[in-house]
């Protein structure tokens, strides 16, 4: 039997620090995990963005990513 090993250090619901360019660009603080891609190793990512009326949705690398602290 073959178990997956998981590469992700956070999960979905986690909050993600937005990257300089998001926060430079856009004003994000923080982005929400929505989902994990662990094949090509990327967090799936919404934040809400007043300016579009809604959420926008990227993502970051797992080496990439660094959680949010309030």
């Known amino acids: 039997m073959m178990t997956m090993t998981s ?3 956070f999960q979905i619901g ?6 300089e360019f ?3 660009e ?3 603080e923080f982005v929400t995990i929505t989902s994990i891609n662990e094949e ?3 967090y799936h990512w919404e934040a809400y963005y ?3 009326g809604g959420a926008m949705h990227s ?3 797992f080496n990439e ?3 949010y602290e309030e």
Request: proline content about 4%; cysteine-free; charged content about 25%.
């Open 26 to 28: 856009y004003g994000l």
């Open 22 to 24: 998001d926060s430079e």
């Open 65 to 67: 990513a660094e959680l």
């Open 14 to 19: 986690d909050k993600l620090k937005a990257s």
């Open 7 to 9: 590469h992700s250090k």
């Open 59 to 61: 993502g970051y690398f």
């Open 50 to 52: 007043p300016l579009l």
């Open 40 to 42: 090509n190793q990327v």
